[in-house]
């Protein structure tokens, strides 16, 4: 089962691949995190990369493609993949299709997750995640249960991503409303495009996916 998870920034793609990882066995793979390791470990993309993300513009298609053509390559046939915040523009959606060609995939499932933009700038202000996992947490909708100290790791080092304030949160959005949401279309076109409704409780999403793939 191959499927993408779209929604602007903040809709909950990468708290909901982390659920289906668990749930499914499935592999997440997210641009935004590929990226980001890039820009962490200095390597030529993500010194490329680095401007262009704070200011919550998008990255070259070739690059993020490139990104992605290489997970794939070094991912198990028989593993599902849920493309987090990939493809973003209609180039990369064509790329996609070529990619999944050649690692003999389909896909099966576009799920878009609907919200709200008044609540997205509240929630990506309050994200932060786990500095040794990668655990996505939120400072009101989902604290660890023992404050200060991951459920999943046990590590007490979290850290806040440096493109979430609100000015770099509103170019992302306009970024999504021009470039990415124009992509659906295609997909509906295919039958393969499902909604959720992503306002809901993170467990209530979760469920609806669920349902969705099963
Ligand atoms: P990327 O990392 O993909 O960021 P994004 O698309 O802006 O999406 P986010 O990660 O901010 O949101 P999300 O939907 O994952 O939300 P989350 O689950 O964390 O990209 C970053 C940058 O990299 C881009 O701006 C671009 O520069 C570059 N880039 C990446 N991919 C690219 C590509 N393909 N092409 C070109 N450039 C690319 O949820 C947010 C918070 O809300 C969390 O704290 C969570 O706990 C909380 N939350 C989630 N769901 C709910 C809920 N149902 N109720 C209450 N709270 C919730
Ligand atoms: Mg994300
Ligand atoms: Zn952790």
């Keep these: 089962m191959n499927i993408i998870l779209l929604g602007p920034p903040g809709a909950g ?3 909901q691949s982390q659920r289906l990882v668990t749930k499914f ?14 820009v962490k470990a200095q390597t030529p993309v993500g010194i490329q990369a680095k401007a262009v993300m704070d200011a919550g513009e ?11 053509s290489a997970e794939l390559a070094a991912m198990g046939d028989e593993t599902g993949a849920i493309f987090d915040g990939y493809p973003r523009t209609a180039e990369q959606a064509h790329s ?11 896909l099966d499932h576009v799920i878009e997750l609907e919200v709200n933009e008044d609540a997205l700038v509240e929630r990506i202000t309050g994200r932060y995640t786990c500095a040794n996992c990668g655990k996505g947490y939120h400072d009101t909708f989902e604290q660890p249960k023992q404050l200060g100290v991951c459920d999943k790791c046990g590590s007490t080092e979290f850290k806040r991503r440096p493109d979430d304030n609100e000015e770099t949160v509103r170019t992302r959005m306009a970024e999504y ?6 992509i659906l279309p295609v997909y509906e076109a295919r039958g393969i495009v499902s909604r959720v409704d992503g306002m809901a409780d993170i467990d209530e999403v979760t ?5 969705i793939l099963s």
């Design 13 to 15: 793609k990468g708290t």
């Design 25 to 38: 066995g499935m592999r997440q793979l997210s641009t935004g995190d590929m990226l980001r390791a890039a």
């Design 58 to 68: 998008l990255v070259s298609d070739e690059i993020v493609s490139a990104l992605i």
């Design 96 to 106: 996609l299709d070529d990619i999944l060609k050649e690692h003999g995939r389909t």
């Design 177 to 182: 409303r021009a470039k990415t949401a124009p």
């Design 207 to 211: 469920l609806a996916i669920s349902k």
